[in-house]
């Protein structure tokens, strides 16, 4: 089956640095991803679309300017992180549509994200 | 219109017994739902899944019902064991579209 890769898988940063993570289609295209974010012990929220070659579509509360995302190949989209803080500190999954006949996603496996 | 409610929070049965878990929504485009287990750091994993057009889906211990007119999708695991304890998300969508995930329920299938 198609996979959704994520790197890293987990990264712990300073308070203020900015950290950028990773999404990749491995064996299919993706003009579409999606970023979600996972507190603890709590549900996945979508944070924002990823359209390969035009702008994200951020969902209402998410900072646009904190959360950049990036969407440059078919099958690359990265999230960065700026001026990263501990409330930022959580678990982040990208997923990306299943191919015609399907609308189901493909999710990657996460990035834990900890930031001191 | 936007949000998925989710119930039981948690849930808690012995082994061998029935668990059903519900969510309601309320945006009646909606046309896709699935459930997905999650286990503690790993990704979502898709069990089970159905659309609009149909009421009810079943593989093996598993099976969900939908009602379209009451707007309410339910999972139903049969004959549980303690390896199907994680924490369930059902979700909806509308064709392609982003995910709408419930609020989640922590499953636990003791011995």
């Known amino acids: 089956g198609a996979v959704v890769s994520q790197h890293p898988s987990w990264v712990i940063c300073k308070s203020g640095t900015s950290v950028k993570i990773e999404c990749r289609s491995l064996?299919?295209?993706?003009?579409?991803m999606f970023w979600y974010r996972q507190f603890p012990k709590q549900s996945l929220m979508l944070m924002a679309t990823?359209?390969?070659?035009?702008?994200?579509?951020?969902e209402q509360g998410v900072e646009k300017d904190k959360f950049l995302i990036n969407h440059a190949s078919l099958t690359l989209s990265t999230l960065t992180v700026t001026s990263a803080h501990p409330e930022d500190s959580s678990f982040y999954i990208c997923s990306a549509p299943q191919a015609s006949g399907g609308a189901g996603q493909y999710f990657g496996p996460g990035t834990r994200l900890t930031v001191t | 219109g936007e949000n998925v409610e989710q119930h039981p929070s948690t849930l808690s049965v012995q082994e061998g017994d029935s668990a059903v878990i519900k969510c309601t929504y309320s945006?009646?485009?909606?046309?896709?739902f699935p459930w997905y287990k999650q286990e503690l750091g790993k990704r979502p994993q898709l069990i089970i899944d159905i659309r609009s057009n149909v009421g009810e889906k079943k593989d093996q211990r598993i099976a969900v019902t939908l009602n379209k007119t009451a707007k309410h999708f339910s999972l139903h695991i049969t004959e549980t064991q303690p390896e199907d304890s994680a924490v369930y998300f059902c979700a909806r969508a509308k064709g392609f579209q982003k995910l709408v995930f419930g609020t989640g329920t922590r499953l636990l299938v003791s011995p």
């Open positions: 064996d299919f295209q993706a003009t579409t």
């Open positions: 990823s359209n390969e070659g035009s702008k994200a579509t951020y």
């Open positions: 945006d009646s485009a909606s046309n896709y």
